[in-house]
């Protein structure tokens, strides 16, 4: 089986910042391309973030470049997804998966709430 574990997350003022992270079980994240997702009250869930497992430059869809950073640790076999400067336009369930396609079974995800 293969699943994805992850934390972080929680509510924050505008401006502040989060980390999530990512910790997959039954495959690697070094051998993998893996990236964020999020789906805001009542929209459909995109992909906002995606690391290739090659040379290929990470993936960030527009609204999050500059704010968002995926990092790799290869050693714990875990993704981060590093979000500063948040607006309350980030609040939102997070989840990481496969990616660009994501293939795995959606968990519960990580909510980030940010709100003044």
């Known amino acids: 089986q293969v699943w994805v574990v992850q934390s972080g997350g929680g509510s924050v003022q505008p401006g502040e910042s989060l980390t999530l992270s990512c910790k997959p079980s039954?495959?690697?994240?070094?051998?993998?391309?893996i990236g964020w997702f999020r789906q805001a009250p009542g929209k459909e869930r995109e992909g906002i973030a995606c690391s290739s497992n090659d040379n290929s430059p990470t993936f960030y869809e527009e609204l999050v470049k500059g704010r968002f950073t995926i990092s790799r640790v290869n050693a714990e076999n875990t993704m981060s997804l590093q979000m500063n400067n948040l607006g309350i336009s980030d609040t939102a369930t997070y989840y990481c998966?496969?990616?660009?396609?994501?293939?795995?079974?959606w968990g519960p995800g990580t909510q980030v709430i940010v709100s003044s």
């Open positions: 998966n496969r990616s660009p396609v994501p293939t795995l079974p």
């Open positions: 039954g495959f690697l994240v070094e051998d993998s391309a």
